[in-house]
């Protein structure tokens, strides 16, 4: 994989999709393409995308392009696809004009069912699951602010894909070479649904009620609904033959109890102002994954169904 002709193309520059593509474009320059639309692709072409953080630091950089229609640049070696989940197919249906046989496709988003949507959708390429550990924000002036000393993303393969592990590496390591803690991963399915079991109750809970990480930690009753959150879907991942630690429940409780309580999820932030964000994605698709595997998630149950409740009247304000 000669690094110097690569083409790669980041599709969706919001807070993910634009931190990524901020490292890669500072470092890979002209290789690197952004697909934005709107007022957002006219300010990148413009002014490129500035970027402040504490992992990254702060820069301004242009890509090589920007556009809006995919198919301008040809087809692509690799494509990072940085969207909202309900955003996905639309996503799907854009690149494929740029997906060959051998482009590497690597979803950094949020759920378990990305990159298998992806597969189904594209019918060609190398889909590589992903997973992201990262506090980022898109700004009102389409800046992108990110917070904290860590940007980490796991790649790996899926189980019979193991003749693509080598690309996945040397994708790795060229995306390591940005400044990205960027690692492969031999047990990708284990660290997607890890995250997935933690955002299943941080997400769900804070939005649920309004709340940040410092009023679910001084009420047991709310601190009892996150650890059982976190059981209901650990249970559905073991179900579905992911490896799952024994004791992942009571990691993910001692990295709560770490959390400052200031800290807010993205579904409450959305909640707040009055978007169902990816209520689906960290609720809803458990619900339905759980009824598939005939899986009991009472607790998961009623959370959906009150946030259901809720973004209900989001829709009819």
Wanted: charged letters at 25%.
């Amino acid at each position: 994989m000669n690094l110097k002709d690569l083409k790669i193309t980041v599709f969706g520059i919001g807070g993910v999709g634009g931190a990524i593509g901020a490292m890669l474009a500072k470092t890979y320059g002209e290789q690197v393409s952004f697909i934005a639309r709107g007022a957002r692709k006219e300010h990148l072409q413009k002014e490129g995308l500035t970027i402040r953080g504490d992992f990254t630091g702060s820069f301004t950089v242009k890509p090589g392009k920007v556009t809006e229609e995919p198919y301008e640049l040809g087809e692509q070696d690799i494509i990072l696809v940085c969207v909202k989940n309900d955003a996905l197919p639309a996503a799907a249906q854009k690149i494929r004009p740029i997906v060959g046989e051998k482009t590497l496709v690597i979803p950094v988003m949020n759920g378990v069912t990305a990159y298998r949507r992806l597969r189904v959708e594209l019918q060609q390429g190398i889909v590589l699951p992903s997973v992201i550990y990262i506090v980022s924000v898109s700004c009102p002036d389409y800046s992108i602010e990110q917070k904290g000393k860590y940007m980490e993303v796991h790649t790996g393969v899926l189980p019979g894909d193991e003749a693509y592990a080598e690309q996945a590496r040397e994708v790795c390591r060229m995306f390591a070479g940005s400044g990205i803690d960027w690692q492969y991963s031999e047990e990708i399915l284990t660290d997607i649904w890890k995250k997935y079991v933690l955002n299943c109750a941080y997400n769900v809970v804070t939005a649920r009620w309004g709340c940040n990480i410092g009023e679910i930690k001084s009420d047991p009753a709310k601190m009892e609904d996150y650890r059982r959150l976190m059981e209901e879907a650990k249970d559905v991942g073991c179900a579905h033959g992911v490896p799952l630690p024994d004791d992942l429940i009571d990691e993910l409780m001692g990295r709560l109890i770490k959390t400052k309580g200031e800290s807010t999820s993205s579904l409450s932030r959305d909640f707040a102002e009055g978007k169902a964000g990816e209520m689906e994605v960290f609720s809803g698709d458990l619900v339905r994954m759980a009824a598939a595997e005939g899986v009991p998630v009472p607790l998961t149950e009623r959370y959906y169904a009150a946030m259901q409740e809720i973004a209900a009247g989001f829709r009819k304000s």
